[in-house]
């Protein structure tokens, strides 16, 4: 893929999810599944010209996990970032995140929290250079939302660090 001349990013509308869905099919079943595209958040989409390369999701709902509202309250959540794979490591992920914590700041949080798998450690390490903080309490019972081949949303028991951000 060439450069990343004129990245833009954008809020997402219906008209983007078939092509979003072409470059991102979990991102794609996850939105449509789960009702994503109704209030409660907004899905950013980085892109290159039209060509969609990087996106995530701002739910401004309060957790699924009670031990989050428990903890952090109805903080804001980022929830299913992704990047072209040939673009990774070329700080699209960063900007994504950047104007999400923009529009949030903007809307009056004052701060956002993630979940992150545990054994992904480059995300782990890209939230701490963006100085987030892994929260103290220790690893979270939560779940994954898989895509079978069919394209549903599957969902089975996980665990991941919690990263928060002040904003």
Do not use: Q
């Not at 899905?43 to 989050?68: D, K, Q, Y």
């Not at 700041?105 to 995300?123: E, F, M, T």
Request: proline share 5%; charged share 30%; glycine share 12%.
């Amino acid at each position: 893929m060439g450069g990343l001349d004129g990245l833009r990013i954008t809020r997402a509308g219906p008209a983007d999810l078939d092509g979003l869905g072409r470059v991102f099919p979990p991102l794609d079943a996850y939105y449509r599944e789960r009702g994503r595209d109704r209030a409660g958040g907004i899905l950013l989409v980085a892109r290159v010209g039209h060509r969609p390369v990087g996106a995530v999701f701002v739910s401004t709902r309060p957790a699924h996990e009670p031990e989050i509202v428990r903890r952090l309250g109805s903080v804001p959540m980022l929830h299913k970032l992704m990047v072209d794979e040939a673009l990774r490591d070329r700080r699209v992920g960063t900007r994504l995140i950047r104007t999400a914590e923009c529009a949030l700041r903007r809307s009056g949080h004052r701060r956002v929290a993630v979940g992150v798998d545990i054994g992904n450690l480059g995300a782990a390490r890209l939230y701490r250079r963006l100085s987030y903080r892994e929260w103290p309490w220790g690893l979270l019972d939560t779940v994954r939302e898989n895509v079978d081949d069919t394209g549903k949303v599957v969902i089975v028991p996980d665990v991941c660090r919690v990263f928060v951000k002040i904003l």
